[in-house]
């Protein structure tokens, strides 16, 4: 079936330190690839979003290409900072508006 | 533009009772899906309602249904509650239209419902 298997967390990088989080997907179709982020105390929100093979979304610094050969959509940046402290969700969309996310990845940036 | 609303913010109930939860959408948006968050299955699909229709449908037992008004707003129920039931319910609004071609409009969700089930 159709899924989403991401970067087991959790995550702990120091201010300024590259971050990527690992995404790969299954699905029967050609799907749109997101990326949701989380912050503490705050509802889901989207960070970047990708529609057709490699197209890069971008947002905040961060950066994913979806690649279809490696049915992939690694999220990036090259230096974190202390308020990108969060939970990181990555998700795909097929027909209608059924979403299918993968587990999510804690990050924690410190000082 | 006010963001998509969920009351109530927490619910403590017993097993065996019932409980609704609800959810106000982004004005113009007519898509309505509800997600359940749990630390062990992270976010699962219930269902989608787009027009008063329930147009998707995920893997859960009967015991959860929806609905969705006239004015896009929308309803969860869920009957007979577990212990495994609790979660953090989630409401996402969206401008997807079609319901044969993949979406490339992105959710946007609520706060959500905190629910325990005691």
């Known amino acids: 079936g159709d899924s989403v298997t991401q970067m087991e967390g959790p995550v702990t990088l120091s201010e300024e330190a590259f971050l990527t989080i690992n995404c790969t997907y299954t699905a029967t179709g050609y799907p749109s690839l997101f990326w949701y982020v989380q912050y503490p105390g705050e509802g889901l929100q989207l960070l970047l979003k990708a529609t057709k093979a490699d197209d890069k979304g971008s947002n905040k610094g961060f950066e994913a290409t979806y690649r279809k050969e490696t049915t992939s959509f690694h999220l990036e940046k090259g230096s974190v900072q202390v308020s990108d402290s969060a939970v990181y969700f990555c998700?795909?969309?097929?027909?209608?508006?059924?979403?299918?996310f993968g587990t999510g990845t804690s990050l924690t940036v410190i000082p | 533009k006010a963001g998509v609303t969920q009351t109530p913010r927490y619910l403590i109930k017993t097993r065996g009772q019932q409980v609704t939860l609800s959810c106000s959408p982004i004005s113009g948006h007519r898509s309505v899906s509800w997600y359940q968050q749990t630390p062990g299955q992270g976010l699962q699909f219930l269902f989608e309602y787009f027009s008063e229709t329930q147009r998707n449908k995920g893997n859960f037992p009967g015991r959860f249904s929806g609905r969705q008004f006239s004015n896009s707003r929308s309803e969860m129920n869920v009957s007979t509650l577990e212990l495994g039931d609790s979660a953090l319910y989630l409401c996402?609004?969206?401008?997807?239209?079609?319901?044969?071609?993949?979406?490339?409009?992105?959710?946007?969700f609520g706060n959500g419902t905190r629910l325990t089930v005691t």
């Open positions: 996402a609004s969206s401008l997807a239209s079609s319901r044969t071609l993949r979406s490339n409009s992105p959710l946007h």
């Open positions: 998700a795909l969309s097929l027909l209608g508006n059924q979403f299918y």
